[in-house]
């Protein structure tokens, strides 16, 4: 769940919104939206979708230091995957070099197995062939910090019209 409250989490005094998951076994409540080494968020995190374990969370949030390193991401909102169970916090909006998407992304999904996470987007920058000018879907299963460059081209072949579903991806 997400809020503004300052209350939910000991330490809590970026005044923006952030993401909780209430752990039940323990009866309290851990940050979601923030860094790895537990720096808190530097602009809002507001959007979630939970993996089906409730391990992995998907978000959004205009964040430039989830990663520890800056990102400038000119506060567009980005996806991120925070895997709570490998303590791994990955930006999914990204191009195959590690730069942010040039235009905010929104709209995540995960898979039922939790294998894939989806987004739309209209930046310009995730695969080479995007010149349609609109926004568009994206899907991966690639949640590494380097990620291969050609793992969104195929979803955007598909859901642009460009391949059918039964062609092999590149």
Known sequence: ??????????????????????????????????????TQ???????????????????????????????????????????????????????????PANFSSVGPAISGDGAVVAFTTSATNLIDSDTNRTTDVYATGDFSPEPDPQRFEYAAKVVCGIQRPEEEPR
Request: charged share 30%; proline share 3%; aromatic share 8%.
């Open 1 to 38: 769940y997400y809020s503004l409250s300052d209350e939910i989490v000991d330490d809590d005094t970026n005044e923006f919104v952030d993401l909780f998951r209430h752990e039940i076994a323990i009866g309290e409540n851990i940050r979601i939206s923030e860094a790895l080494d537990g």
């Open 41 to 99: 968020a530097d602009e809002e995190s507001y959007f979630e979708t939970i993996g089906p374990n409730a391990d992995r969370v998907v978000i959004i949030s205009r964040a430039t230091n989830l990663l520890g390193a800056p990102l400038h991401n000119e506060k567009r909102t980005q996806v991120y995957l925070r895997d709570l169970a490998a303590d791994t916090i990955t930006l999914i909006s990204q191009t195959p070099g590690g730069d």
